[in-house]
């Protein structure tokens, strides 16, 4: 009998999902089912970094059956940002040895269903970013302020950091570890959502290949979100800084511009 040929997108490497969470308990066990559910059979690991979230996050992650096992937890004294966790996750997986590390909401936005393909997308890329806006790409359930937002805040930090990748605020992606080290990561100075622009930044000017997949974010079911005045202004102030240094270092040397690289 003929069998059809299916792609085969278990990853080759050894992958570590990085979950930051900040009062998820009321859906992070079900989120990391389905995850673990949708990754089964190929080498993917997860770890939550969680902030010592008042409600009890951590506890729910010890008790899930997987925590020792395929989940682990990294927690946290408090709440200092998502960038803080990111780094936090991320020199933690590398420094365990994964191949891989993607960065994760733990709300439901993100689709477990995406993380197979985008791990394979790495075999072509140093970066895959899960974007929602390339041709495929959406945003589910949040009102048009919502999305203005976000699509202001992208065109504005593509414009000033002239930046090519469409989703420069995306949340989810696929690293390889090498890339992590190739572009600073973990020396990023963001502590809040700048984060994901300051490394989106950091990829392209470290000459990474960047590739986009498109996903459909679909808005939280479970918990409240994070996201407050105070961070989309770190993340509005620090944008304009960092071209400013660009601009700044080109005028005083009078080459290409360059970011700071941290080697491992
Ligand atoms: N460890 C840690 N996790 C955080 C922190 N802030 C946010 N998170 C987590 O980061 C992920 C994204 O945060 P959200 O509040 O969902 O923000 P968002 O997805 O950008 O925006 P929403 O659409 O409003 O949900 C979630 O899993 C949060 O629990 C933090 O300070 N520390
Ligand atoms: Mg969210």
């Known amino acids: 009998m003929e069998t059809s040929a299916l792609p085969d ?15 998820e308990a009321d859906g992070i066990a079900v989120f990391l089912d389905r995850l673990l559910a949708a990754t089964a059979g190929g ?6 970094v969680d902030d010592n979230s008042p409600d009890g996050t951590a506890d729910v992650v010890r008790s899930h059956p997987a925590h020792g096992g395929r989940v682990r937890l990294l927690q946290r004294p408090g709440k200092e940002g998502l960038g803080v966790a990111y780094r936090a996750g ?8 994964y191949q891989v590390v993607v960065q994760m909401d733990a709300d439901g936005s ?20 899960g974007s929602r806006y390339v041709a495929g790409g959406a945003t589910r359930g949040w009102p048009w302020t919502r999305r203005a937002l976000s699509a202001a805040a992208n065109l504005y930090a593509r414009a000033v950091l002239r930046l090519r990748t469409h989703d420069a605020t995306a949340g989810f992606r696929a690293w390889r570890s090498s ?43 479970t918990g409240a979100s994070k996201m407050d005045g105070a961070v989309a202004v770190e993340a509005f102030l620090s944008v304009a800084r960092w071209r400013l240094g660009e601009l700044t270092r ?15």
């Open 9 to 23: 997108l278990r990853p080759a490497r050894r992958c570590c999902v990085v979950l930051p969470t900040y009062d």
């Open 43 to 48: 080498d993917v690991d997860v770890l939550v």
């Open 90 to 97: 991320f020199a933690h997986a590398v420094a365990v040895g």
């Open 110 to 129: 993100h689709s477990v269903e995406d993380l197979l393909p985008m791990i394979a997308g790495l075999d072509s890329a140093d970066v895959v970013v």
């Open 179 to 221: 890339a992590v080290h190739r572009a600073g990561l973990l020396a990023t100075t963001s502590n809040g959502y700048g984060f994901q622009v300051e490394s989106t930044w950091r990829a392209e000017r470290s000459g990474l290949r960047v590739r986009e997949h498109p996903i459909v974010f679909t808005d939280r079911t």
């Open 250 to 264: 080109h005028a005083g040397r009078g080459t290409s511009v360059a970011v700071p690289l941290s080697r491992p």
